[in-house]
């Protein structure tokens, strides 16, 4: 299993990004799928969630209203657009598989500043 996350960046506050993760070496189309953060100093946070299908999406209380999970299975790739960025956005973004998440990529940095 390999999951590569990329798209991150520095952004002001307002600004939007779209972060992509690569799947392979599973049947991408056959796992819920899962965004996961982790803020300088803290704990991990899940962020987001969508069913293997695509048809159901789910957020925590904090991204709810400003980010969209999305996945395309013919390309083997998992979205997160991130709109109203916000500097408690500032984190190291994964990816992981399924509800458990038992793996997760390598992660992608979002820093939100002015």
């Known amino acids: 299993v390999q999951l590569v996350e990329s798209g991150g960046g520095m952004v002001q506050p307002g600004g939007s990004l779209r972060l992509s993760c690569a799947a392979s070496?599973?049947?991408?189309?056959?796992?819920?799928m899962s965004w996961v953060r982790q803020a300088p100093g803290k704990g991990p946070e899940w962020v987001s969630a969508?069913?293997?299908?695509?048809?159901?999406?789910y957020y925590a209380d904090s991204v709810k209203g400003r980010f969209t999970i999305s996945r395309d299975n013919a390309k083997n790739t998992l979205y997160l657009q991130m709109n109203s960025l916000k500097p408690e956005d500032t984190a190291l973004y994964y990816c992981?598989?399924?509800?458990?998440?038992?793996?997760w990529g390598q992660g992608t940095q979002v820093t939100v500043s002015s």
């Open positions: 969508i069913n293997s299908g695509g048809g159901s999406t």
């Open positions: 992981a598989r399924g509800w458990a998440l038992e793996y």
């Open positions: 070496g599973f049947t991408f189309s056959s796992y819920d």
